[in-house]
T-cell receptor, first 115, second 112 residues
Framework: GAGVSQSPSNKVTEKGKDVELRCDPI?????LYWYRQSLGQGLEFLIY????????KSGLPSDRFSAERTGGSVSTLTIQRTQQEDSAVYLC?????????????FGEGSRLTVL | AQSVTQLGSHVSVSEGALVLLRCNYS??????LFWYVQYPNQGLQLLLK??????LVKGINGFEAEFKKSETSFHLTKPSAHMSDAAEYFC??????????FGKGTRLHILP
């Protein structure tokens, strides 16, 4: 597709369940980011993939959060044993390449609600 | 590590008045700086960016921002506010090839 695609758009889950959120970046974009957006907290950086380099995981809030990017394209963000404070909109963005002063292209987000 | 501070989580201006949204950054190297906008029920989009060329950067919809190294600021301005400018605005910083870090955002309200 032409833009960044995220799925599911909405996810309601029970506390303690695992969830997977998917991001399909723009074709040819080597940089991929995950952010979390919640009220009053702005965009919180989670993780950054750049080409074949080791990902920058410095923003992951706990070891319940993990992400992978297969084949330099699709990425999955996994949250294990979800908690109510994980409720937020999870945004994925991609960028053409490192060092480009790159514009981020954002997906529509996955809204996660943990009951 | 780089960081961004946006002063004022909510700013209200009258239609036709000057818009000023404040952003201060911290970076150990010359930064790239960005402003993104999120209109109601829409995704984020780039408004403008500074990448070490001209210090006064012009963006879409009449917005501009000035990079001031001495003040570590990158404030966003528009001479005359329009109702359609109501949105949430995010300032962001990147240390060249590193990750892009966003501020907490400023919601702009336009008063008729």
């Amino acid at each position: 597709g032409a833009g960044v695609s995220q799925s599911p758009s909405n996810k309601v889950t029970e506390k303690g369940k695992d969830v997977e959120l998917r991001c399909d970046p723009i074709s040819g974009h080597t940089a991929l980011y995950w952010y979390r957006q919640s009220l009053g907290q702005g965009l919180e950086f989670l993780i950054y993939f750049q080409g074949n380099s080791a990902p920058d995981k410095s923003g992951l809030p706990s070891d319940r959060f993990s992400a992978e990017r297969t084949g330099g394209s699709v990425s999955t963000l996994t949250i294990q044993r979800t908690q109510q404070e994980d409720s937020a909109v999870y945004l994925c963005a991609s960028s053409l390449r490192r060092g480009f002063g790159g514009e981020l292209f954002f997906g529509e987000g996955s809204r996660l609600t943990v009951l | 590590a780089q960081s961004v501070t946006q002063l004022g989580s909510h700013v209200s201006v009258s239609e036709g008045a000057l818009v000023l949204l404040r952003c201060n950054y911290s970076s150990s190297v010359p930064p790239y700086l960005f402003w993104y906008v999120q209109y109601p029920n829409q995704g984020l989009q780039l408004l403008l960016k500074y990448t070490s060329a001209a210090t006064l950067v012009k963006g879409i919809n009449g917005f501009e921002a000035e990079f001031k190294k001495s003040e570590t600021s990158f404030h966003l301005t528009k001479p005359s506010a329009h109702m359609s400018d109501a949105a949430e605005y995010f300032c962001a910083v990147s240390e060249r090839d590193d990750k892009i870090i966003f501020g907490k955002g400023t919601r702009l309200h336009i008063l008729p």
